[in-house]
Every structure is written in C-alpha cells, then in structure tokens.
C-alpha cells in the first residue's frame, strides 16, 4: 500500500493528483488523515474523506509514505510524532519516501536528506538540511522522490507511479491524461 498522508492545510492538488494517478496506474493506495477525524480540510477550505485514521494504517507493510506540501499542512504533518516515527523507521528499512512542495522540510527535519538530491517550494531549501538543493520540478535520487510544487504534482504522481512499474508501463498513462501534449 502506498500512504498519502492528509494533515489538515494540505495542498489540495499535491495530494489528489497523485492519488488519482496511482489509482489510474492500478497500484494501491490510500489517503491517511493523521488529524484523527475522517475529514480532513485543505488549504483552500476543502473537506476531504480520508480513507483511514493513521492509527489504522499498517504503516510497516507499507510500500511507500507519500506528504503532501501546503501550510500549515507540511508543518502539521512535521508536528505528528507518530508520523515522524514511522517515516523514520520507513527510511530505515530502505523504503521510499516521497513529498512534495513543503513537506520535504519534514524529511529534512528528521536528517534524512543528508547527500540526497531534492527540491522543494522557493523558500523552503533552508529546511532541507543535508540535501543538494535541485530546484528541478520533480527530483528522484535513492529512496526519495521531491516535488518542487502545486504545478509538479503531476509529473510528482507520474513520477511515483515509474518508481513501481517503469517509465514504459505509464507512458500510455501520461498519454490517455493527455498529459503528453501539455509537456511536449
């Protein structure tokens, strides 16, 4: 199971557009409300229904933890010990993480950017600690994958998407979505 986790001020797209395309690719996923109510809101006021409560997610079996950007929602998933400990020992069985726009600053937090690639939102590089600031819209270096922002949320699912079944495999994805045309 791959793991979106909704914290409430998430960004609405970061979160979606990946769901909706890892859904598309056929790989199994679930959005994941660390806030302890099944309706989490967004950072435009947007009420979602999360598939589960993270003290129901079977987080140690999971294939990846995916976060998120927007605020306060990157800085409220920060602020979940509970979260923190699992992204923790997720990275220490080798697993992958991936976020977007913000919430990277929760993986640097943690330390576990050291000698990583990333990118992040303009502003946020600072919280990266022991990253190699990109600035790419999309960075994918071991068990990370990053997104810079709103806009990369896309090319961040798709991205997420060829971690698990290869470029080939979601190539005909990013052309039923049209998504081709739009990048060239």
């Known amino acids: 199971m791959i793991y979106v986790f909704l914290a409430t001020g998430f960004e609405d797209i970061e979160a979606l557009a990946p769901v909706d395309i890892l859904r598309r690719a056929g790989l199994p996923v679930e959005t994941v409300s660390i806030t302890g109510e099944d309706i989490v809101e967004s950072a435009h006021g947007v009420g979602f229904v999360a598939d589960r409560q993270l003290r129901d997610a079977d987080i140690d079996h999971a294939q990846m ?42 993986y640097g937090h943690l330390g576990l950017l050291k000698g990583v690639r990333a990118t992040c939102y303009p502003g946020f590089e600072s919280h990266l600690e022991g990253a190699t600031y990109t600035a790419a819209i999309v960075e994918q270096d071991g068990q990370f994958i990053t997104g810079k922002g709103p806009a990369a949320a896309f090319e961040f699912g798709y991205t997420i998407a060829e971690y698990f079944l290869g470029k080939d495999a979601v190539q005909p994805l990013r052309q039923g979505m049209i998504y081709s045309e739009l990048i060239g």
């Open 65 to 106: 933890l995916v976060l998120p950007g927007g605020l306060p929602g990157a800085t409220n998933l920060d602020a979940c010990e509970p979260l923190r400990r699992a992204i923790v020992a997720h990275f220490e069985a080798g697993k992958p993480l991936a976020a977007i726009c913000a919430a990277p600053l929760v």
